[in-house]
C-alpha cells in the first residue's frame, strides 16, 4: 500500500474518532442520549455520519480505483519532492532499481551542485558575465534532469503493474512446445507495450546518469583553471557535451 495511502487512512480515521470524542466528552461539547429531544437527535445523527465516514472514506481509500493523475506542472519543485513522489511508486516492484538509482543519483545531483557553486563563487563575482553564463548552462542542464524524472514518474503511474504481473504469470503458464512457450498474438503485443515503459524508465535513468558523469567532467575542468573568461568558458569540453546534450533533448518531448 502506498504510503499516501496510509496516511490518509490513518488521518481519516483518527479524525473521525477525534471528533467523537470532542462532541461527547461532559467537558467539552458533552452530546449525551436522553437528556432532551434536540441533544439526543444531534448525538444520533453525528452517530450516523460518523459510521457513514467510517465505511465510505475507508472503501474509497482502500477499494476504489484512484484517477491516473500524472504530473504536469509545479506539483513538484523541489528535490526531496521527487524523492517522495518516486517512493510512492515502490507499489510498482519491477521499477525497484530504477527507482532507488534515480533517488541516488537525486542526491548526487544536489551535492555536485553545491560544489559547483562553491568552485564558483572561488573563481568569479555574481556581476560577472562568465558567472550568469555558466550558472544558465547549469541551470539548464539540472532542468532536464528533473524533467527527466518527472517522465519517469510519469511512466510508471500510467503501467498497470497488476495487469502486468497478471499477464506474466498468464504467459508462464502458457503452453510449451519443443521448450518454447506458445503465447497469443495478443498476449505477445501487450507484454511489447508493457516492456517499451520499462525500457524507457530505464533510459531516462541512463541519460541522468551521463548528466552527472558530464557535471562531474565539468567540475574537473574548472578546478584545474586559474584564470577562465567567458570565452574560455565556451571551450571547455564539459560545457560542449553538456550543451550539446541540451540540444539534442530540448525538442523532445513525451
Not at 533517488?103 to 564558483?120: F, G, H, P, V
Not at 497469443?184 to 517499451?196: D, F
Not at 546518469?209 to 586559474?226: A, F, Q
Amino acid at each position: 500500500m502506498p504510503k499516501k495511502q496510509i496516511i490518509k487512512l490513518i488521518c481519516l480515521n483518527l479524525g473521525i474518532a477525534l471528533i467523537n470524542i470532542i462532541l461527547f466528552s461532559r467537558g467539552l461539547a458533552g452530546l449525551t442520549f436522553g437528556v432532551d429531544t434536540i441533544m439526543t437527535a444531534f448525538a444520533v445523527t453525528e452517530i450516523v455520519m460518523s459510521v457513514i465516514a467510517f465505511f465510505y472514506g475507508n472503501y474509497t481509500l482502500l477499494f476504489k480505483s484512484p484517477e491516473i493523475q500524472l504530473y504536469k506542472g509545479a506539483e513538484l519543485s523541489e528535490s526531496k519532492d521527487y524523492i517522495n513522489a518516486l517512493d510512492e511508486m515502490r507499489e510498482k516492484k519491477i521499477f525497484d532499481p530504477e527507482i532507488s538509482t534515480a533517488i541516488e543519483q537525486l542526491y548526487r545531483l544536489k551535492d555536485k551542485d553545491k560544489a559547483l557553486d562553491s568552485i564558483l563563487a572561488q573563481f568569479f563575482s555574481p556581476q560577472e558575465m562568465t558567472f550568469t553564463r555558466f550558472q544558465t548552462v547549469i541551470d539548464s542542464v539540472q532542468a532536464l534532469f528533473y524533467n527527466n524524472v518527472k517522465k519517469m514518474l510519469n511512466r510508471m503511474i500510467i503501467f498497470d503493474y497488476k495487469d502486468y504481473t497478471k499477464l506474466l504469470e498468464k504467459i508462464n503458464n502458457s503452453q510449451t512446445i519443443d521448450g518454447v512457450k506458445v503465447t497469443s498474438r495478443s498476449s505477445g503485443a501487450q507484454l511489447k507495450i508493457y516492456n517499451e515503459h520499462i525500457e524507457y524508465v530505464r533510459s531516462l535513468v541512463d541519460m541522468n546518469e551521463s548528466i552527472l558523469v558530464k557535471l562531474d567532467s565539468l567540475l574537473l575542468e574548472i578546478s584545474k583553471l586559474d584564470d577562465l573568461d567567458a570565452s574560455g568558458l565556451e571551450e571547455l569540453a564539459a560545457i560542449q557535451e553538456i550543451n550539446e546534450l541540451i540540444a539534442q533533448t530540448k525538442l523532445y518531448k513525451n
